[in-house]
């Protein structure tokens, strides 16, 4: 496993997701939307709202996962994503080192397709990503890209919103 690099001021980062106060709350209807919404959009297998904390990656809302609260943060894709300026894509997971042995890819989830974009908290720090994931190799053009990161502004916004 390649885990994504941990920059110095990832304490900030984390106190930024903290500040949004929704980890470990239930799932929610607005997010839930969403995600289901996407992945019918753009035809994945799955879709996540993802928030990347010190240790783990909680699932805020999934689409086509069901049962699975978070995992690990080093092997997670999400964990790499965050640092992208704006968006992830891996076409094909199996051909790229940073994931290429990873358990996700190379066990039972047999992930092949990952598409993320970040999330910002209050303070504008990457806490997360919308992303999408599926088990078979696909293309993400340019376009596709920019409609996933309308998505997450709205997913973003959800995020910001007082409840």
Known sequence: IKP???????AVRVADLHALNILDTPREQRFDR????AA?????????INLVDAER?????????????DT????GFCAHAIFEPDAMVVPDATKDPRFAD???????????????????????????TLCLVDTAPREFGARQTGQ??????????ELLRQP
């Open 4 to 10: 994504a690099p941990i920059p110095s001021d990832d």
């Open 34 to 37: 969403i995600t289901d919404l």
């Open 40 to 48: 019918d959009v753009f035809g994945a297998k799955m879709c996540f």
């Open 57 to 69: 990656q909680w699932f805020k809302s999934t689409c086509g996962l069901e049962g699975v609260s």
């Open 72 to 75: 690990p943060r080093e092997p």
């Open 102 to 128: 990873n358990p996700f890819v190379t066990g039972d989830f047999g992930l092949r397709f990952y598409a993320g974009a970040v999330l910002r908290g209050p303070a504008g720090k990457p806490v997360g």
């Open 148 to 157: 996933l990161k309308k998505f997450a502004a709205l997913v973003q916004a």
